[in-house]
Each structure stands twice: as C-alpha cells, then as structure tokens.
C-alpha cells in the first residue's frame, strides 16, 4: 500500500508518487499509535516527544507497521461539491461564456430567448491552481459552435481540453495533463497547434501542450518581474510580446530573434508613461492601440501600428481618469474601450477617452475579470464577490434616457413654477404662483392650461392620483383650507370645497385595485379628513364625499406624509411628519366595530359639483389610530407606505426602510434596512416585475435609484437635492422623474421602467470576506411539486438524499451583512435567499438556537423557523428569527422571511447610565470575536448569549420575550487580553442536575471553564453584584483554568463521551489540544455549612499536537468520539483519529479558500457521512463518508 510523498512529510511503502494538482484527494498512510504523546515531568510541566509520524520531521520509510493494528481506521475522503470564489477569468466563445472560479470553469450558453443560462461546471479542472485566462485554438472554418480546443491557464499550471457542446449538451472529449511551469503564466496563444506562454520574469516559452515538453525557451536581456504580458502574433516568427515590468514601463521585444545566436532576446523598445505597475494590457490590431491599465488608477491608449514590425513608433493618444482605485483589466474593442477595477466599476469608454457607460453593482475588492460579446453587444464582468454580471452596451447616441428642459418660460404663461407632479409617465401638471394649473402631453410636447383660481396663488399643494396611464386625477389646496379635485380630461368638472379653517398641510392618495379610491388631507391640529373619490356613470362628473377624520398624535409638525391601503382593504397606512407608521381602519363601520377611537360622529352627505360648503370642522368624529410605531424613522419624517406581499414596506429620511406586518389589528416592526452609503433621504419604494424592489432617495445633491438586490444605483440625475418640488413615475414603458430647476420643468425618462437591462448570472455572496459559517438545519422537498418538509439530520432516511435535500447556512462577513444561503445536497449550486444588513461594522460572529417548524412540532406544514444572534464591531449585537418557507416561484423554491426583534451596543448601554460620570466609559471600538448560546432549563428565563470580545471581557447576555429583550446581565475580565472564543456545553449525569458549561479562550492560550448553572442560582456566590447600580453584575473565579497553547486559540469545540467531555482546541501556532474533562458534583451530605454544590473540574488525559498545521488552526469540530476534522489557513482539511490515546494523522485535503476564518460540519446522514463548509475570501462544501 502506497502513500504520496508532501513536503516536509515522509512517504512508506513503494513511494509511488500523487499528482498533488490532480486535485484527487490526499491519502496518507496512518502512522503507528503513540506519534505524539504528552508526558508530565518532575515538575508538572508538559513535554512533547514526537515518534513516527507526518507531522514530525523525521523519516519513517525503514520502519514496519503492523497494518492489522490499522484495520478499524476511517478514511474519509471529502471531495469538493460546490465553490463560490472570486471569478478570475471569463472568456466568450461563440454564443458561450467561460468562467474561472478557483480551480473549476462554469461554462454558460446563449438559450433560444437571448439569454446566457448555466450549462455545465467542470470541477478542479486546473487542481490547486486558480484559473486565470482561457485561449480557445482559432479554427480554420472559424466554427466553434460544435467544437472547441481551449487551453486553460492560471498561476504555473496548464491544461488544454476539447469539449463539445453542440445543441446545449456539454461533453468533455479529451483533456491532456496538468503542466506544471516554472514560473507564473502572464499569457497564452495559440501558434499552429502549439502553444506560447509569456513567463513571469520576461521570458517566452514555445510548449507542446499534447506532449507536455517545452520546445524552445527564450528570455529577454531584461530579466525583471512582470506585472502583465501580452502576445501578439499567429507565428513563431512574427510573435511580439509586450511586457509589463515593475519599473512602470511596456517592454515590446521578438522572440524570435533568438534564432539567430540563442541568446537573450534585447528589448526593441520601452515605453513609459504609466507612474506605478501595469495589471493589464490590449491590442486592437484592426486599428494599431494598445490600451493599458494601471496601479495608478488610470487607463492609456497608445497608438503602436503594426506590433509585429520592429522599431515602429508609439504614441500617448489619451489619459483616461474614471476609476477611483487600482485598475485591474482593460479590454479593446473595435468601438470601445471597456475597463475595470479595484473600485467595482466597469466603465465603457469611447477610443478618445470618454465616458459613455458606467456599470456599478459588484461588492467589496474589485472587478477581477472582463469579457465581451461584440455582436450581442454585452459586456460580462467578474468580481470578487463570486458574481458574474451581464451589461448590454448602449453606445453614445442612445435616445431611451436623459435630461430635458420642458421649456415652460413662456409670455403666454405667467408666474412662477410652484409645483410639479406626475399623472402616469407620459403627462405632466405644474402649477404657477398665479393659481394656474397647465399639462404638459410627452407624446404632443407641449403645455396646456386647464384652469386657472386666484384662490391658490400664493400657497398650493399639487398631488395626481396613482394608477394606470390615463387614470386622470389631481388635487389641489390652499392655506385656506381649501381643496379642488381636478379630472385631467374634464377640468371644468373639478369639485371645490371647504374642510379646514386653515392651512391644508399635506395630500396623498390612497388607492385599492380599481375599486376604491381615497384622498386624504391634512389639516390644523393632527386632523385628516378621509375623502371618498367616485365617478359618474357617464364618466364626465365626479363626486367626493367625506367618508371620516382621524386624528393624528401629538407632536410639533402634526400633518401625514404619506398614505396607503392595507390588503385587503380594511386598514389605511399612514406615515407622519414625526416619523411615525399609524393604522387606521378605512371605513367607520369598522372603528364601531373595533371600539378605538372617539365617538361616532354624525353622517355624511355627498359633495358634489360646484359644492362649496364644507360643513364644520366638528362634522365628524375624529378617529385616533388603532396602531402606532412612534418615532420610527426618526424626526424627519417618513417619506412613503408601499403593500406588497402581506407586508408593509416604509422609508425615511433617517437613510433607512422597514418591512412591518400587521397581526391582529397591530403593526409589529419586521426588518430595518440601510440603503446605501450616503443616501439618507429615502423617498419612495417601488416593487419591479422579478418581485424584487428599487429604492428612491437622494445622494447628496443626485436623484438616485437603487437596487438592494444588485447593490446597483440604477438611475443617476444631478437634480440638485430634494428640497425642491419633484415627481416620480414608473411604469412598465418608462420611467420618468420631473424636478423644478431655475424656474423651468427638467424632465429625465428612461425607457423600460427603472431596471436596467442587464443580467445576473450568478448572485454575488459577500463583497468582503466571510468570518463565519453555521448550518441551521435541513429541509427536503417532497416529490409532489417539490414541497419542502423540515426533519432533523440525525433522523433523516439515507433513500432520501437527492435533489430534494436542502442545508440552510448563515454566513457572515467583513462587509456588515448576514446571508441565508441554501445548499441543495446534489446540485452543487447555492442560492442566496436573503441577506441583513443591519450593522453598521464587521459581523464576525452568529449563533443559532431554537430551531423548529413554523406551527410548532405538531404542525405539518413544511418549512424550518430559527434565532439568530449575530455580532461584530462597534460592540453592536443584533437578534433576529427567520423563517424558511417553499415558493416554487423562486430558483431555489424557498423563501426567507427575516424578523428582527432585539439589538444592543455597549456604547449606547454607557449613555444611558445615569452615573454614567462615575463608570469608565466602554471602548467603542470593542469587537465581539466569538458567540455562544446557552440555553436554559430554568422556567420563565431566555437563552444566555455568551460574548467573547476584545477588551478582554466575557459578557453575558440574557434574551427574554422571544428574543425582544437583550439585555446585558454578568461580565468578567478574568483572561485580562482579547478572548477569542466561547463555546457553550451541557453535562447531564444520571441522578444529578443538568449543568451547563461555558469555556472561554484567549490571546494568551488559556482556557477557563465557567458553571453557569450555579452563577445563575438564586443566592450564589457566585455572581458578584455590581459596584455602581447600573452596571452588570460580575461573574467570580472560573471552575478551571488551563494554559493549552502558547498563544491565541483560534478554534474550540467539545463533545460529551462515557469518561467525561472530550475538549479540542487550536492555537495560532498550528497545534492542536485535545484533552478529557471530568466533572464531579459533591453529594448533598458533602456539602458542610449548607455550602453550595459547585461541580469539581478534573483533566483526565491531555494530549498535543505540535506542528499539526502549518498556519492558524482557524475551524475545528469533533465529530464523534474517534474521529476530528481541523482546518487551517494553510488551506489544508485534515482528519485525525481518537479514542486511542494521541491524535493520530489519518488524511489530508487540499481546498481552495484562502484565508479560512471559520468552519462548520454536520451529518447528512448516518450513511451518506457529513458535510462541512467553509468559510473565508469565499466559501466551499466539502463532503465525505465514513
């Protein structure tokens, strides 16, 4: 039996060797029992004594093992499933994409519709080498429609395959090895069947990809670094390469000049320009440019001619400044010049250095990787949040969108624009100091005047009713108290009448479906008055009659801002000037019905045509809300009230939106959202056509449509600010919005609504890199119609692995959001299905408790329900519940509902001390490295939530009322330097009391364990009271104590066994610390004075590993009493054996993610083995048998 030699390890057997790039897993031999063993001295003190083994240095390969000895031994081996890296290479070939993500290519295809859809991931393709480029040969027919021959290359390893895929079937028809150069591959082109590499130190190699073996080798006198290459040519003979070096300049020098005297080639020329290093580099041979990109942030286009001719002369034609950071690739095209960066910006520009098209959407570090398809007009970027996008080029003179002046200066219109409104995407109503009301037709492009009224002179409100094109309705009120109804089409129908005494605030319009359409106004002293709109048979007369009034809370500035029906039609909600949501019944059957409220006023009359009295102020009851979230969006107000979906979705100008629900007649907050950063003022909320939603604010002095879902600013107009009169609209024909400027209307449409025309083929994940991974649980879909149904992973049935069974992980990151992703078990695929971004720094920790269906055990209806707590910077720690349910209208037939319910920052708990002045104030900057969640058995009290954090504190959280109330209880400074980690256990023993547990770790490599059980007891010691009131109490002295590691222990975990609980840890140094805990509680006799009953911690066994890693040991688990999987940033998934004394190295995985920062394992079935994922600059799922 054979074993494969790693360096540093030492191989036995035949020494027969494994091609590590092959990407098969790692099998090594186990050594023999006793390679690492842990001996206490004279003094107490621990040494190590290494024997036979991998990890050590020495070699074994002369030593007989007794493989009979080895027979009960489990070899894992975990393969690769699913990885979500950055994207580092794309390539269109034909009517397919190519993409690169780490070792594996994602090929995609144009369907029938038009569309790129996902056809086929080959996995480890290029084994532990990160695919950066892709070379298709050129065909003599040029037909690569059925067949093609691709090189693939990254780092030092190429591989060359012939696929097929032909009529949207993939095949792999034949691949040759992975060779492996000498040195990095900058570029690759094809040359006769033949293949030229351009080498990282300036050198180019001829290579025979079939065989294997280099043909000629020809370095440049200039032997330096390269930053980027390019080749040019179809020959030998005519090859030019044009060098990127690190002293900033472009080096272009032959080859092939070589054949003369076989010695280093001489450059023919150099070209400077650039003032820091060149990333990336094009050539566009039909008009002689090559286009640069840089580290200083800038793009040059240089006129070279004909490259393959020596001694031609290069020319700057322009300097291109567009990107904000670092500019990582650049692409010619025959009319456009398409670059992208380290900012996430991909700009389109012309050949002179303009500016056409901007393309924003792409999360964290950059934009890694361009293509484009010229005759489908697409651009395809890669970013490093795993995203792949599709852009469609527009080109400079493209009509669908801009803005226009409407020209309203007119002598035949006097005064001065006061108000702007939209009536459907196509007309248009201002209103002028002279109480004018004129329509502006889009399609006829000019101004007409409706009416005019003296009356709304000098103050005039201007509301059009929502609805379809055409619908034909707008309001008008004064300071007075009066309010005119205007049909667009019939203005000589328009209702006047009288409802305040005083001045009318504010108007909005509330519509439901085509059946009910309300208007309401606002008036002195909170009162809304509640309008009902209804049309004549004959269309040319309307009637308004007041339905009811309500009455608004208390506060300085007492109007609404906003109003809208609640489905299906029972409720009105409001949003107010304080930045309050209130709801109101729509109808005054249903306030007598409810008993809220005043008294029921007396009956309405119907206000027709030409009315103008306006019966009292007292007319009517004043109705108070039935609901109210106070101060919701803060002091400035809320700007809009969308329903959609059962939800109510509300904005701001606090820079925030919530989604709220209504549940037996009251609103309860769900979820609040930040747009993105520097847009405060949220206006409105739209709900597009894929069911996704667009966010409407101001940036600064710019009008600006988000996407939360594409973290894209769709749509960009420099209007100047909000705090002029404006208008928005959209439809599924255009979009329009419509702003006063230096007294005349500026008009800005875009064609096709607010989304833009471009595709997202694959989500992005996180824009930062991912600090934690936990698996919640498990769903699988039935067979009828693929209907979810929740079980546990230690109960499900082997048969039912396949499609239907679906992971449900939380991940975490750098970039302050918290992802539910879903993990079908055999499609190798992951869906986002919802992201929170509640935080306002880095989440770098989560915890999961409570994990259950949605109506209870009992209830059989599908779905999966769990708490969350999630925590990071800013000391800032946020609870929320989510809720999985199926909807087959999703890609992955699974909806996610998030509920927010608590959250809690240090800094805030500071200044609400009273004594504050006395206390020391907490650091701001304190970090919360790790979670742990405790549960309780005592009756009436919430899970614990354990904090590990910076300033050297373990803190103690208690969650009451479902997870509505979080609220700091105990801490303690015992480690006195940043803990790493927490991690929470249960000891249950016959005939004695459920304890519960918690180990902390620190910087230092201690370990404490804590008994949270006797800290919580009514009267213990245990918990000391605070020294000022208001402060948490103190935890004491831990249970135990233990220096396990030299340093910083970046992992933890135990697992309950007969002896006791087995503990695992590991440190900064690579080494693991596995050793057994007893716990011994006194019998009640023992207890002498009627002293507590505190549990005795006793070590049992200890055992180390030294050198287990060669990096941090940042992700550890126990998966049973014999078996442990450690992980590593050396980037290594390793396997060790238990229960037999020392940890005994049984295999080894190679994976792809760099910078692992966490790791979470679980069984999918006792027959199918586990799963594990893992988590750091992207994710990747490992699985395994046992």
Not at 322 to 340: M, P
């Amino acid at each position: 039996m054979a074993a494969s030699p790693i360096t540093g390890w030492t191989a036995r057997g035949e020494g027969s060797s494994l091609d590590i790039s092959s990407g098969r897993p790692w099998v090594l031999l186990p050594v023999a029992k006793g390679a690492v063993a842990r001996r206490r001295g004279a003094q107490g003190r621990l040494v190590s004594r290494e024997l036979c083994s991998p990890l050590g240095s020495s070699s074994c390969s002369g030593s007989r093992i007794d493989m009979d000895a080895h027979e009960d031994y489990v070899w894992p081996r975990a393969t690769s499933e699913l990885i979500l890296l950055p994207v580092t290479g794309l390539e269109c070939v034909g009517d397919r994409l190519l993409a690169g993500e780490g070792p594996d290519v994602l090929v995609y295809t144009l369907d029938f519709g038009g569309h790129l859809r996902m056809m086929k991931r080959v996995q480890n393709l290029l084994g532990h080498y990160l695919i950066h480029g892709f070379r298709v040969r050129p065909e003599p027919n040029g037909d690569l429609d059925s067949e093609a021959m691709v090189a693939v290359f990254g780092s030092k390893g190429l591989r060359v395959v012939k696929v097929s895929w032909g009529q949207g079937c993939f095949r792999e028809l034949w691949r040759s090895g992975l060779w492996n150069m000498s040195d990095w591959i900058w570029d690759a082109r094809w040359l006769e069947g033949n293949m030229a590499l351009a080498l990282g130190h300036n050198s180019v190699v001829l290579y025979d990809p079939v065989v294997g073996c280099i043909l000629q080798e020809v370095p440049c006198t200039d032997r330096c670094t390269l930053s980027s290459a390019c080749l040019i040519g179809d020959t030998w003979k005519e090859l030019t390469i044009v060098a990127g070096a690190i002293s900033n300049q472009l080096l272009v020098w032959y080859p092939a000049a070589a054949l003369i005297d076989n010695k280093p080639v001489a450059p023919d020329r150099r070209v400077s320009g650039h003032v820091g290093v060149i990333f990336s580099m094009s050539y566009l041979e039909s008009k002689g440019l090559l286009a640069t990109a840089s580290e200083d942030r800038s793009v040059r286009i240089w006129k070279v001619g004909d490259l393959r001719v020596p001694g031609g002369r290069v020319q700057n034609i322009g300097h291109c400044f567009g990107h904000s950071a670092r500019v990582w690739q650049v692409k010619l095209l025959e009319d456009y010049l398409i670059s992208a960066g380290e900012d996430c910006v991909c700009l389109v520009w012309s050949h002179e250095g303009e500016i056409l098209q901007a393309f924003r959407g792409h999360q964290g570090r950059g934009i890694r990787a361009i293509a484009a398809h010229e005759r489908q007009a697409w651009v395809i970027t890669g970013g490093d949040d795993s995203g792949i996008r599709l852009w469609h080029l527009v080109g400079r003179g493209y009509p669908g969108s801009g803005v226009s002046a409407l020209c309203f200066k007119s002598r035949s219109r006097p005064g001065a624009l006061k108000a702007v409104t939209l009536a459907g995407s196509w007309r248009l109503l201002a209103v002028t100091d002279a109480g004018a009301l004129y329509l502006y037709d889009l399609e006829v492009k000019c101004w007409e005047q409706l009416l005019e009224d003296k009356r709304f002179q000098s103050y005039c409100l201007l509301e059009a009713a929502p609805g379809p094109e055409g619908f034909g309705l707008c309001s008008m009120a004064n300071g007075e108290g009066r309010l005119k109804v205007v049909p667009i089409n019939t203005p000589t129908a328009a209702v006047d009448l009288t409802l305040f005494h005083g001045k009318v605030y504010s108007l909005s319009w509330a519509l439901r479906g085509y059946e009910e359409l309300l208007l309401l106004a606002s008036g002195p002293g909170g009162v809304v008055a509640c309008l009902e709109i209804s049309a004549a048979p004959s269309g040319k007369a309307i009637f308004v009659k007041e339905r009811c009034r309500y009455l608004l809370p208390p506060s300085k500035q007492r109007w609404h801002t906003c109003s809208a029906f609640l489905p299906p039609g029972d409720f009105l909600v409001c949003g107010d000037r304080r930045g309050s949501v209130l709801l109101f019944p729509s109808r005054p059957g249903l306030l007598k019905d409810l008993g809220v409220g005043g008294k029921a006023g007396a009956g309405t009359g119907a206000l027709g045509a030409g009315s103008g009295s306006g019966g009292g102020e007292n007319a009517l009851a004043e109705w108070g809300p039935v609901s109210t979230l106070p101060s919701l969006h803060g002091k400035q107000g809320v700007t809009s009230v969308t329903c959609h979906g059962g939800y109510v979705y509300t904005t701001g100008r606090d820079g925030a939106y919530y989604q709220l629900f209504v549940r037996g007649g009251q609103l309860q907050p769900v979820l609040r959202q930040k747009s993105c950063r520097g847009m405060n003022w949220l206006a409105g909320l739209r709900m597009v056509a894929d069911g996704s939603m667009v966010i409407l604010g101001f940036h600064a002095n710019e009008f600006v449509v988000w996407s939360p879902r594409s973290h894209e600013k769709l749509h960009i107009i420099n209007c100047g600010g909000g705090h002029r009169s404006w208008a928005f609209s959209d439809t599924e024909a255009a979009m329009a919005f419509a702003y006063l400027k230096d007294g005349d209307v500026m008009l800005y449409r875009a064609l096709g609504g607010c989304t833009r025309p471009h595709v997202i083929l694959r989500e992005s994940l996180h824009g930062r890199e991912i600090t934690c991974v936990k698996r919640v649980g498990t769903i699988t879909l039935g067979p009828e119609f693929g209907v979810p149904n929740f079980m546990q992973p230690d109960h499900l049935d082997p048969s039912s692995e396949g499609s239907g069974l679906i992971d449900i992980v939380i991940t975490c990151s750098e970039d302050t959001t918290v992802c539910v992703l879903a993990f079908p078990t055999a499609t190798g695929s992951a869906h986002a299905l919802t992201a929170v971004c509640n935080h306002i720094s880095s989440v770098r920790a989560v915890a999961v408790w409570g994990i259950g269906t949605p109506g209870g055990p009992q209830d059989p209806r599908p779905g999966l329900t769990a708490y969350v707590v999630s925590a990071g910077g800013r000391a800032e720690i946020h609870c929320f519940s989510i809720m999985v349910t199926p909807d087959p209208s999703t890609p992955s037939r699974l909806a996610c509902h998030v509920m927010h319910l608590s959250s809690h920052r240090l800094d805030e708990y500071w200044d609400r001390q009273r004594n504050r002045h006395r206390m020391v104030k907490v650091d701001p900057e304190t970090r919360y490295m790790s979670l742990a969640v405790c549960e309780l058995d005592q009756p009436g009290l919430g899970p614990l939530v354990a904090a590990a954090c910076s300033d050297g504190a373990v803190r103690l959280f208690l969650l009451q009322d479902s997870g509505r109330r979080l609220q700091l209880l105990a801490e303690t400074f015992h480690h006195k330097r940043c803990v790493l980690k927490v991690h929470s256990f249960i000891h249950e023993a016959p005939n004695q009391r459920r304890r519960l547990f918690l180990c902390s770790a620190a910087t230092d490599g201690s370990l404490a364990f804590w008994d949270l059980t006797t800290v919580l007891d009514h009267g213990s010691t245990a918990l000391e009271p605070p020294t000022d009131p208001g402060l948490p109490y103190r935890l004491g002295t831990p249970c135990l104590t233990l220096q396990a590691h030299s340093c910083g222990v970046n992992s933890l975990h135990t697992l309950p066994t007969r002896e006791g609980h087995l503990v695992a840890s590991g440190s900064e140094d690579g080494s693991l610390h596995v050793f057994v805990l007893a716990v011994e509680v006194p019998e009640l006799e023992e207890a002498v004075g009627g002293a507590e009953l505190v549990p005795q911690l006793h070590v049992l066994e200890e055992y180390s590993v030294p050198c287990a890693h060669a990096a941090h040991v940042t992700g550890l688990k126990i998966l049973s009493p014999s078996l442990m999987v450690s992980a590593s940033i050396d980037q290594r998934l390793t396997f060790w054996r238990l229960g037999h004394g020392e940890p005994t190295f049984m295999n080894s995985t190679v994976y792809h993610v760099p910078d692992v920062a966490d790791m979470d394992c679980w069984p999918v079935s006792p027959e199918f083995g586990h799963r594990c994922a893992l988590g750091g600059q992207g994710l990747e799922v490992y699985n395994w048998y046992d």
